[in-house]
T-cell receptor, first 119, second 120 residues
């Protein structure tokens, strides 16, 4: 099956530093990847849609200068949390859709998520 | 208004019994898809089953089935013969719109989830 690898799985950083999270589709190509954020015991909230070769589309209320997204190839998207603050501590999870899709009902494949803790 | 509503924050089920997790949705689109994902405590999201709005038959996938009632706008997940490994968070999600016109049409909107605990 389609595998999405997300790295790192856990990261602790100091306030004011930047953290980069990678999302790779291992056995398929993905023109589109989605970045979600999940607070403890809550649902997944879409942050942005990452498009290969173009600028990401951010959801309302998500600061694009704080959450930098780069989708440089068909298999890699990165999310960089810049100048991190404790309130950015959360679970970030990426997902991707296979370019050779099965149509509208093709499921998104998710990475294992990154737990970010900002001290 | 919430697009996906899961009214059961937590559910308990005896091992080997069946359990139904509720999901109602709100959309004005004619074409949409409904998905269920399982999230164990480790965090990964595992795709379970989907149902298209035009599908006349309820989807089934092994022990999972989706009870789709279009008029009621509900898409409940039924897990038969529960196993201890089924203990996890379960999320219902919806994709609205139809066609390959743009990336945005493939995003999923999630409900708040139901925590299922299987009792031995």
């Amino acid at each position: 099956g389609a595998v999405v690898s997300q790295h790192p799985s856990r990261v602790i950083c100091k306030s004011g530093t930047s953290v980069k999270i990678e999302c790779r589709s291992l056995d398929f190509q993905a023109t589109t990847m989605f970045w979600y954020r999940q607070f403890p015991k809550q649902s997944l909230m879409l942050m942005a849609t990452s498009n290969e070769g173009s600028k990401a589309t951010y959801e309302q209320g998500v600061e694009k200068d704080k959450f930098l997204i780069n989708h440089a190839s068909l298999t890699l998207s990165t999310l960089t949390v810049t100048s991190a603050h404790p309130e950015d501590s959360s679970f970030y999870i990426c997902s991707a859709r296979d370019l050779v899709g099965q149509g509208f009902l093709s499921p998104l494949h998710f990475g294992n998520g990154t737990r970010l803790t900002v001290t | 208004a919430q697009k996906i509503t899961q009214t059961q924050p937590g559910m308990f089920v005896q091992e080997k019994e069946a359990v139904t997790l509720d999901c109602t949705y709100d959309t004005s689109d004619q074409s949409y898809g409904l998905f269920w994902y399982k999230q164990p405590s480790s965090g990964e999201m595992i795709f379970l089953i989907y149902q298209g709005s035009y599908d006349e038959q309820n989807a089934t996938e092994g022990r999972y089935s989706l009870n789709f009632q279009k008029a009621r706008k509900s898409a409940n997940l039924v897990i038969s013969a529960s196993q201890l490994g089924d203990s996890a968070m379960y999320f219902c999600a919806m994709r609205e719109g139809w066609g390959d016109s743009g990336a945005g049409s493939y995003q999923l909107t999630f409900g708040k989830g139901t925590k299922l605990s299987v009792i031995p």
